[in-house]
């Protein structure tokens, strides 16, 4: 994801370089523009890391719940036995 972040980056200051010809100085348009884009992309990778933590903790969880689910079966498969045995 980083790397296609990088690559838009990239894309938009080839872009910018071709609109400005040969000035050298950037204009106040696409500088406007330029920090535009760098907020942008610093949301969407903040996002990205939210959601890759989001993704840890609900992997965590179902991790969790399937330890409970198959100590329940355990616990059932000893009950029953246990049933079987008593009569």
């Known amino acids: 994801m980083k790397k296609s972040v990088g690559l838009i980056l990239i894309g938009c200051g080839l872009l910018a370089g071709s609109l400005t010809g040969c000035s050298n100085k950037p204009s106040d348009e696409e500088m406007k523009q330029l920090n535009d884009l760098k907020a942008e992309v610093t949301s969407l990778e903040k996002s990205i890391s939210d959601a890759e933590v ?4 609900l992997l965590r969880s179902i991790a969790e719940k ?8 355990q616990d059932k498969d000893a009950l029953q036995a246990r049933l079987k045995s008593m009569h």
């Open 54 to 57: 989001q993704k840890a903790a």
């Open 66 to 73: 399937d330890a409970q689910l198959t100590q329940c079966a």
